[in-house]
Structures are given as C-alpha cells and as structure tokens.
C-alpha cells in the first residue's frame, strides 16, 4: 500500500509563492504519474498538474506559466511550485499517484493524499 503525506500550504497574500510536496511510503514497487488535485469550496476537484516518470508534465490552462510540477524520485517525492498565486488558486490540494506494488504486474493502483490547504488573500 501507498501512504501520501502532504507538506507546504498555508496562507499567502496575492502574487506570493508556496511550494507543496508530497512523499509517499509504504510498500510498492513503483510509482509512475504523480499529480496535483484542487478543491475550492462548493466546486469540483481539478487536475493541476501532473508529471510521469519520465519527467512528462501536463497543465491546467489556468496554472501554465506559474505552476511547476517536479519530482525527486528517489525520494518518492512531488513538488507543486506555485508563483504569482492569486486569490482563485485558494482550495485544498490533494496529492495523488498511480502505483505499482510489486514488479510481477503492470497493475496501476491509485492513492490520494489527505490535502493541505492553500489560501491566497487579496
């Protein structure tokens, strides 16, 4: 199994930076995507960024040019990079991965963090 600990959010004004992370532990072979989720109240959760294995990252239009997704492999590690934040960037942010647990089948299983949340003040 995966355990997801989320690290980094708090409170920040307008155009100020955070920097999330999130490691993951416990039994597993691999982990492949990793990707940042977020949740504002009373709206759904959205993919943020996302970032392979291979060091492939996607965006959210609404993050491109301010956000930047990292991983440290070795330490089973993801980092969000957020710059020039604004007050629509606050919400939760979750952390989430597709995991193999043993090297005997390609099976992904996916796992979320608990969240730590982001607020940004105008």
């Known amino acids: 199994q995966v355990q997801l600990v989320e690290s980094g959010g708090g409170l920040v004004q307008a155009g100020g930076s955070l920097r999330l992370s999130c490691a993951a532990s416990?039994?597993?072979?691999?982990?492949?995507?990793m990707r940042w989720y977020r949740q504002a109240p009373g709206k759904g959760r959205e993919l943020v960024a996302g970032?392979?294995?291979?060091?492939?990252?996607n965006y959210a239009d609404s993050v491109k040019g301010r956000f930047t997704i990292s991983r440290d492999n070795a330490k089973n590690t993801v980092y969000l990079q957020m710059s020039s934040l604004k007050p629509e960037d606050t919400a939760a942010y979750y952390c989430?991965?597709?995991?193999?647990?043993?090297?005997?089948?390609?099976?992904?299983?996916?796992?979320w963090g608990q969240g730590t949340q982001v607020t940004v003040s105008s």
């Open positions: 970032i392979t294995s291979g060091d492939s990252s």
């Open positions: 416990g039994s597993f072979f691999s982990i492949d995507v």
């Open positions: 989430n991965v597709d995991a193999r647990l043993t090297s005997y089948s390609n099976a992904r299983l996916n796992y």
